[in-house]
């Protein structure tokens, strides 16, 4: 009987023991997945892409004391947290995307030349694969994706974020396959602080599409210009900053998701117009708006040059594709441009497609305005698309043309802004970026005052 009481203590001390190292085991592993949060409030830094910092170390945690026995037998503990609903999104940004910095891209090229830090026969952009954040498959992803989840709940704030997707050839009526695979692209994104603190109060997005030489990363650098062997002015657009300090000053807007694409239209799997109606913003809607579908959400685009001419023609196809539309100096001819004379002949798309405008006009569902130079070749064309949408009611013809900001341009005559209904021509100002620093912010704040309306009527 002796021998058999102490094989019982032997047996119950050794299984408090087991409890203990598995405590002990769970608290490691805890710590592990989730970090304690970070403090750190360094902002978007354009001009330098550091590689991914190593994982911090984990310190270490201290046995617990063991407790009573209790009564009852314990509930099963978690080894892991609950990732809140909210946040799912972040599991998409930690496995594809980087995070406040940019990989290169075509623009980001030729600002490195211009700065004297790449070569100036560089062509194709470069995606250094160290810069790479660790991918799921690798043993230091879980650190890295709780650290990242960690630092987003403990210090909310705007984010940029370089991601990639897939796309996979559909059958629609307007795809056109340019490829019988799933492809991959890369996009830019604005994430609002108020995006972070609550994303399910977000309703609008914007779409912003660039022209030849352009990118998803212009948008986002701050500016600066420079010429080099004659090469054409670079000029970033910082419009984190700008959003983020017109969002704050103007609490009583939406703060929209901003997307930017990487090319103006060439290669996406199911062609140009597909890929702005469709395959991004069911991507977004999928991703970073779960429970809300298109006709939830405002949507909106903005594009330059041969974006703007690629968004028009999806327009043309889809009428109720977007929500905002603005032209910037549109690629508009008869030679391979968005030709108004062509799109709107009796019979075609675009006589359904400006009736389907006018009515959403009428009722405040669709905005839309034009910025070009007036030394621009495809001023006389972007004019007369303009008249066309005042008389078809698209646009409002409010008040007669007006000039502001008349200044000497230093060759003895007066240069003017000329302001129409909804179109503003800027002088001394040919086809090129250089338009941008000029009248993107009055897009960018335009976009974001519509989208509201749009999205508040939803």
Known sequence: MNKLTADTTRLTAFALSLSMLAAC????????????PSNDDARFEPEAAPERPAPVATTAVAAPQPAARPATPPQPRQTEPEVPAWDGYL???ASHCVVDRFL???????LLQARGQAPLDEKRPHLPANT???SPGDLSYPVYAAQLKADWRANPRSHVLDC????APRDCPTCKNETERTKTFRYGIYVPKQFVETPGTTKSVLLLAPGGRGGRVRWFLEPEAYKVNKKRMTQGLGIQ?????HLEEHPELLAPLVITMDDPGFGYTNGTGEFMTHDLVQHILATYLPGRTRDDIAYGVDAISSGSKNAAMAFVDKPEAFD???????????????????????????????????????????????????NDPFLGCNQKMHTLLVEGGVIA??????????ADNGQGKQGCVTVRPAMTEYPDVGHNYSLMPLAFDEHLYWHVEKLTVVAQGR
Not at 104 to 110: A, G, P
Not at 357 to 373: E, N, P, T, Y
Not at 397 to 406: A, G, S
Request: hydrophobic share 30%.
């Open 25 to 36: 085991s769970t608290a490691d592993i805890r710590r592990v997945i989730e970090p304690e």
């Open 91 to 93: 599991d998409y940004v």
């Open 104 to 110: 290169t891209d075509r623009y980001s090229i030729e």
């Open 132 to 134: 790479l954040p660790p």
């Open 164 to 167: 990639s997707v897939e796309v």
């Open 241 to 245: 900053a700008k959003l983020d300090t």
């Open 324 to 374: 905002t539309f603005g032209w910037m100096c549109t690629f508009c001819s008869d030679d391979g441009g968005f030709d108004p004379d062509r799109y709107f002949r009796e019979g075609r798309a675009g006589e359904n497609a400006m009736k389907v405008w006018g009515g959403r006009a009428a009722k405040g569902d669709l905005h839309m305005k034009f910025s070009i130079g007036k």
């Open 397 to 406: 013809n409010e008040h007669e043309p007006m000039e502001r900001d008349c």
